[in-house]
């Protein structure tokens, strides 16, 4: 009899553990779900852009010689007219001595020349001699003359090079690699300049389209010719090698006037405020331009799958049974798709969950706000 109960215990046991697993297999799974609006939706074309100083200028040497004295540090700012660099000046000091020398000895030849001419003047006035006398003292005066023209000039280009020989800042800037040390040889023909001086104040970040993409994205702005056009593309964002957004926006203020031959891209330029001095030269960011769409349809690509090529959503219809849907892709950003056709603004898709969905599945809809979904996902 014991036997009979402990049997009919377990068979007690299987049955409610069966019909347990049962109503569990019938629960339908619990999923989030959003309702889709149209709505404005700001997306970004994204360019790869090199960031330049305003200014970004090559300081070289405009004499030969021994390189004296270094003023500066590498990365340290200056401002236009200080001193940056001093090349030993004794031999041009010297042919400026020589150059002064000449012009004192074209000095004195003139005087003589001329106390030569007044003192025939009267002579030929009274014909006491002939002419050609004072004919050739005129020329030996207007020699001299031309020799103290030369001899300034000489002086002028020594006084020149003697000042090339102190090199000044050409404006204000941050200081860039010393490639030369003290004591250095250095001269007109080197590889490497001294330094590169760089404003970045403010910087112009330099990218790159395409003549397809050149087309279309002129076509989005309003204007009679591509300089009206320009004027009218709204701020643009970069984004920095770490992915963060710059605090500040930039205008695109010129584009080149031809194509490059051989990358078939035509360059355009956009300038950044840059008081923190976060942004040098040769940085490599993104450059971000929205555009804005009307009465847009977004599908998050967390609530799509792929099958054979083609994008699907699944659908919440009667009774919570889910459908597949096609949707057609009108443009990426992002996380999200800008839908065309194959959902309406007011269905109601399923968020996330979908992996394990198949169509006529039914499902327990978690409803979800789509506002903040739609946003977060836009701005990634």
């Not at 390189?67 to 660099?85: M, R």
């Amino acid at each position: 009899m014991k036997k009979y109960l402990i049997i009919a215990g377990a068979l007690f046991l299987v049955s409610c553990a069966g019909e347990q697993t049962e109503q569990q297999a019938q629960t339908p799974p619990s999923l989030p779900v959003i309702e889709l609006k149209n709505g404005e939706a700001t997306t970004w074309q994204n360019y790869t852009a090199t960031i330049e100083g305003l200014t970004n200028v090559e300081i070289r040497p405009q004499v030969a010689g021994y390189l004296e004295k270094i003023y500066v540090e590498e990365g340290a700012y200056v401002t236009q007219g200080q001193p940056l660099f001093k090349i030993n000046s004794s031999e041009y000091a010297e042919y400026a001595n020589n150059a002064s020398a000449s012009i004192q000895s074209a000095k004195a030849a003139i005087e003589k020349a001329q106390l030569e001419v007044d003192r025939l003047q009267p002579l030929v006035e009274n014909k006491v001699i002939a002419d050609v006398q004072l004919k050739t003292a005129i020329a030996n005066l207007n020699a001299a003359k031309a020799s103290h023209a030369q001899a300034t000039s000489t002086k002028g280009s020594a006084d020149i090079n003697v000042g090339y020989t102190l090199i000044k800042a050409p404006s204000n800037g941050y200081i860039g690699h010393l490639p030369y040390k003290q004591g250095s040889l250095i001269g007109k023909g080197e590889l490497l300049p001294l330094t590169v001086l760089s404003d970045i104040n403010h910087v112009h970040a330099y990218f790159s389209m395409s003549e397809a993409d050149f087309l279309s994205f002129i076509a989005q702005f309003e204007g009679n010719s591509t300089e009206e056009k320009i004027k009218n593309i709204p701020a643009v964002d970069m984004q920095l090698p770490n992915n963060t957004i710059y605090e500040s926006k930039g205008k695109v203020e010129l584009v080149e006037g031809q194509f490059n031959r051989h990358s078939g891209t035509i360059t355009f330029r956009a300038v950044f405020p840059n008081s923190n001095k976060l942004l040098r030269s040769g940085l490599t960011a993104k450059i971000r331009i929205p555009s804005t769409h009307q009465n847009q349809l977004v599908v998050p690509q967390e609530a799509t799958f792929e099958l054979q090529d083609k994008v699907f959503v699944f659908a919440v219809g009667d009774s919570n049974k889910v459908s597949s849907k096609q949707i057609s892709i009108a443009g990426k950003n992002g996380n999200t798709y800008l839908v065309s056709k194959g959902v309406n603004s007011g269905e109601t898709i399923v968020y996330s969950g979908i992996q394990r969905l198949t169509d006529g599945a039914v499902i327990t809809p978690q409803r979800i706000s789509s506002d903040s979904i739609l946003h977060a996902s836009l701005i990634k």
